[in-house]
Each structure stands twice: as C-alpha cells, then as structure tokens.
C-alpha cells in the first residue's frame, strides 16, 4: 500500500441522530430533547449523539436509543422484549453547513414503540418530551405556552423528522410496520387508531377490520380478549409472521 497522510484530509465528525416515533393520546407523537449547550442552546433538537471510535453506526444508534428513552433496539430474529422498539436507518444527511462547531455527517435512524411514558433528558439535553410531529413540522413546538416563541428544531432535524414521518407513513402500507406501535396483544380497533394517526386521516372500522384480518399472515388470534377499550369484549391479536402485506394497505387520498 503506499503511503497514506490522514492529515491530507479534512477532520470531520459522525453523528446518529434518532426520529423516535410513538402513539399518544391518539396522535402521533416524537421525541426531542431542549438542547443544553451551544449550538441552539435553548432549542428543541431531535435526541442523538457523537459516534464513539469504537462502535459502528447500528451499536451507536442503539446506545443512544437507550440512553434516551430506555428502549433496547428490537433484533427481528428474537422475540420481541417488553422494552424492545423497531430500529432502522433512515438516512445520511451530510451539509456542509449543517452544524456550526464542525463539518458534521448524520447519519439518522427511524425507531418506532408502542406508548411510551414521559421521557428522561441526558446528554447535554435539559429537558425531554414527546411532541404531536404536526406541531413539531409546523414550528408550534411551544404551542400554548406564552413565554416562548415557536421556533424550527435545531440543525436540519426539522427535514429529518419529516423524512421519518413520511418512512413510517408509506411503510405501514405494504409492511407489518405498524404493529411496532402497539403492545405485544392488541385489538383491531388499537392498530387500527394507529393507522389513523400516522395517517392523520379517519379509517372506516369495519372495511379495516376486514382488510387486516383477511391479510394472510398480518395478525395471528392470540387466544384472548380485552374491555380495556369499553363495552363489549374485543379479540386480542398479535402481530403474524408476515414482513409484506399483500395485498398492502394503501394509504386514503387526503
């Protein structure tokens, strides 16, 4: 090999950065954390963090994931955990003027959960939160709260936050994605609210029902039933063993 000058090469730093998506309270809600530190200090950012020189992309992810919210990545191979959540790439966004400390690369991850409980802020974060995603798109992260001014996130996270959501989106139409929002039994009637607000559109109950259960290999019966959601008892099911739906699930016309 001949000689190689890494000093030849401009430094720069890699980051993960998380879109950390759940349903709450009917709404599709993400994670961000108020940042504590210069740049942005006092901004809503997505959570994430430096990757370490001895970890890759995936175990950096990961780590993060589970700093911030406690959530171990789910490995598709093994049986879901109760913390578990569905971690993916989603990106790699790499402008040179993204962040003003350093050339920065971002390479960001999509990571979906049943409801969760009020987040834990670390890191250089003051505070944690789960924010409805249109208020976040639409700069309304302080909506309600008079002593601040709306404000876009930090950084570029704004555009990785709608890539997430737009990922997540289109692939609960043609995958199983969507039971990663739902707990390890569930009714037709919570995956279907699911749906709905990922979507942000109203569903039809029983043309639901029937698509879902008709879908080979979507929901397997687990054998139980609920009156969690009131009124009559309602059959619990989890997620079959199909990754593809077929025929998908598409998306109405809005």
Not at 58 to 70: D, H, M, S, V, Y
Not at 92 to 99: E, F, I, M, Q, W
Not at 236 to 248: S, V
Request: with cysteine; proline share 10%; hydrophobic share 40%.
């Amino acid at each position: 090999m001949p000689p190689y000058d890494p000093s030849a090469f401009p430094p720069f730093a890699v980051t993960v950065d998380l879109v950390v998506l759940t349903v709450r309270r009917h709404a599709l809600c993400a994670l961000v954390v108020r940042r504590g530190e210069s740049p942005f200090q006092g901004r809503w950012a997505l959570p994430g963090g430096f990757v370490r020189a001895d970890e890759d992309l995936g175990a950096a992810a990961a780590r993060e994931l589970g700093e911030e919210t406690g959530l171990r990545a789910h490995d598709p191979e093994a049986p879901t955990p109760d913390n578990g959540a569905h971690l993916e790439q989603l990106g790699t966004y790499g402008g040179p003027k993204r962040d003003p400390r350093m050339r920065v690369v971002s390479v960001a991850h999509l990571a979906l959960a049943p409801d969760l409980p009020a987040p834990r802020a670390g890191g250089d974060a003051n505070s944690a939160r789960w924010a409805p995603v249109e208020a976040l798109l639409h700069h309304e992260t302080d909506a309600g709260r008079e002593d601040e001014q709306p404000a876009p996130l930090a950084f570029d996270h704004a555009q990785i936050l709608a890539d997430g959501v737009e990922r997540a989106r289109s692939k609960i139409e043609y995958s199983s994605l969507a039971t990663a929002f739902c707990p390890q039994e569930f009714t037709v009637g919570e995956l279907r609210r699911v749906y709905e607000a990922v979507w942000g559109v109203a569903l039809d109950p029983r043309n639901f029902h029937r698509k879902v259960t008709g879908t080979p290999g979507f929901l397997v019966p687990s054998g139980g039933t609920t009156t969690r959601q009131g009124g009559r008892p309602a059959q619990l099911f989890r997620a079959g063993g199909a990754t593809l739906l077929n025929p998908p699930m598409l998306r109405p016309e809005v």
